[in-house]
Each structure stands twice: as C-alpha cells, then as structure tokens.
C-alpha cells in the first residue's frame, strides 16, 4: 500500500505521530516555527486547532508561549517591585508577607500558563480548611489577582486565572455608635494628655494613626484648625511615618474647647514644629497596643463602658456629622474621597430618626405643622 500523502496546507503543518496521534506546528508572527501545546486524536481536530491559532494570530491576540514559562513566585517578585514605589509603606509590607506566606508556597512554582483557575480554587480552599480569616484569604487573593492580571497586561498569559473563584463572606461587624455624651465621658476619664487625643478620635473623627502622628505644626490655635497630613503604622513591627490612607489630606475646624485646651497643651512642648503632640513616657511615638492596654481600656472602663475601641469613636463621629450636616460634610471630616465609603463602614442611622420622620410625613400627608399641632 503506498505511503499516505500529506494534506497540503497554506499555514502550518499536521503530521501524524506512531502512537496515531497528530502533531501540529505553526508559524508566530516572526516566522518561528512552534509546535501546538498539545497533540490531537484526529486530523480534523488538529485543522481546527491550526485554523484558531491563525486567526488568533491575525487578531493579535497571540502569546508567545515561552513568556508564559516565567513562574508565578518570579513575576510576583518583578510585579512587586515595578508597584512598591507607589504604595504605602504599610501595603508595600502587607503584599510582601502575603506573597511570601500564602502565594509563594502554594503556587509560586506554577508557571504563569499552567495556572488555572481549579488551581487558584483549591488553594483559597486550602486557605479556609487552615483556619485564615475570611479577610486574609481575600487579601491574599487579591494581591494574586493583581499578579495575574499584570501578566495579562504585559502579554505573557491570554487570560488571567483568577475568575469565578467564591471568596468567603466577610462577616458584618457594625460599629458601636456611641452618644457624644459618652464619649465625652471617655474623654474626661482619660489622663492627660491622652484625653486630647481621645477628643481628637471623637470630637474630630482622625484615625488612630493620624492621631499618633500629629506635631505641633498641625495645630493653629488663633484660627482653631487642624490639618491633617500624616499617618503613624505599624508595619512588620516597625513604625512607619507615610501619608493618610488614600492619601487624603486635609485641614479640619476645631472645637473651640478643644482648641484651647490643645493651647494650653502646646506651651508645655518645644516649640519646633516638627515635635510630635503624643509620645509615650520615653519620647518615642506611640504604639496601638500599648497605648489602647494602658490608656484608652482604662479609660472606658472608668466612664463605665465596655467593649468600645477607638475606631468606634471615629465611626460615633461619622455618624453625628451625616445626622446633622450631610454625608458630604462627614466625607470631609473622615478623610473619605468617595462619600459611599462613609455611609457603607461608618455613619449609621441615629436611634429614633425614623420615628421623627414618621411624624413629619404624618404632617406632610395631613397638611398641618406637626411642630405646632395645627
């Protein structure tokens, strides 16, 4: 029997392999000849696959494979390091343990084309079955996501693998809202000068960090402002001084109790500038933990309160501002760029608004002052 010819072809080529398979080999846009990632059972499948790869090739959308080879853990390396220059230095740390603790050693010797998306859900399966919190399976995820889709941009991969995975919840923990009068309480139960910076928290709605890195530079007392530029974190156990989150600077109105007691303070400092307001007894800035142990738990306690933290006040804050002037005004004052962010994490609805504003649609439906009852 005479040997059966090949099948002509104006793009690639199908051979047929002893095992009775077929193998194909095409031509990327710079004429390399490169065989198909995988062999076919029939010549028909093989013509199929050939005919994608042109049109794909055609369209543009073509990757070279062999970009596709660089692993998970060296591109996460290169990725990090390309994004670290504009990132805080508490997320720069964040994402370095994220990819060294949970992506590296699960995935990290994937090849960025073998990564696929029953990959990526077993291991944020893993990620559960090990206890992680639903907020660290979510970050580490996104960090990976981020990765991915980077090596999308950057046409090492078509697609990135990071789609259709379910993520767990996160659990919805709200806010205690706390009543100005107690959290004037707290205020006048702390020592001072921690009694100001717990004012600041509730009375001012500063974060934590933002707090802890006021200097007396940030206080002008003639014009009662106060101007927020800086945020103190902890970052792998060491203080960091960076920009407030989002990176949102802004000068708020004082009190003017507040104001003048923050004088009164401010004479007792150095009178540079750069003199941070809190320290601890040594002169060094304060750490949270210890800080909320040895002066804001006792703090509570003494206004006879319990189980408040000190975002709780930042929250408490969030939520007399929108009662009383707009979630655009308590936007300002929290430091929000986007006013969804203030309603979604931090004012809440005030106890006995509805009621009220029954009474007044009682009034609007009726036709009468419900004020004066006629």
């Not at 080999?25 to 093989?46: E, I, K, M, N, Q």
């Not at 507040?258 to 009164?264: I, Q």
């Not at 029954?358 to 009034?363: H, R, S």
């Amino acid at each position: 029997m005479p040997p059966r010819r090949k099948r002509r072809r104006s793009y690639g080529s199908v051979r047929k392999l002893p095992s009775g398979r077929y193998q194909v080999r095409y031509p990327g846009p710079d004429g390399l000849l490169r065989p198909a990632d995988r062999t076919f059972p029939t010549v028909t499948d093989a013509d199929v696959w050939l005919s994608r790869k042109r049109i794909e090739i055609e369209e543009g959308r073509w990757v070279d494979p062999a970009h596709g080879e660089a692993t998970v853990q060296d591109w996460g390396a290169r990725w990090l390091a390309s994004v670290s220059p504009q990132l805080k230095h508490t997320t720069q740390a964040s994402y370095r343990s994220l990819i060294a603790s949970r992506i590296n050693p699960s995935l990290g010797g994937h090849e960025l084309s073998s990564l696929r998306p029953i990959a990526v859900t077993e291991w944020v399966a893993q990620m559960r079955r090990a206890g992680l919190s639903p907020s660290r399976i979510r970050q580490a995820y996104r960090v990976l996501s981020q990765i991915m889709e980077s090596a999308v941009d950057n046409g090492l991969i078509v697609t990135t693998p990071c789609r259709g995975v379910r993520l767990p919840r996160m659990p919805q923990s709200e806010p205690h809202i706390l009543t100005p009068e107690e959290a004037a309480r707290i205020v006048e139960s702390a020592p001072a000068p921690h009694d100001l910076l717990i004012a600041l928290l509730a009375f001012n709605g500063l974060r934590i960090g933002e707090a802890f890195a006021l200097r007396r530079g940030d206080i002008d007392v003639s014009r009662r402002l106060l101007v927020v530029d800086e945020n103190l974190a902890e970052a792998n156990g060491a203080l960091v001084f960076d920009t407030p989150k989002s990176h949102q600077k802004r000068t708020l109105a004082l009190a003017a109790s507040l104001a003048e007691r923050l004088g009164t303070y401010l004479t007792g400092l150095p009178e540079d500038s750069e003199e941070l307001l809190f320290t601890n007894r040594d002169g060094n800035p304060l750490r949270y933990n210890q800080w909320r142990k040895a002066h804001f738990n006792p703090a509570v306690s003494a206004a006879g309160l319990g189980d408040i933290t000190p975002h709780d006040l930042r929250a408490s804050h969030g939520t007399w501002v929108a009662d009383r002037y707009g979630v655009m005004t308590a936007a300002h004052r929290l430091g929000h760029s986007n006013a969804s962010v203030t309603t979604r994490h931090y004012a809440r609805p005030v106890a006995g608004r509805d009621s009220e504003v029954a009474e007044a649609a009682d009034a609007w439906m009726t036709g009468k002052d419900g004020a004066s009852g006629t």
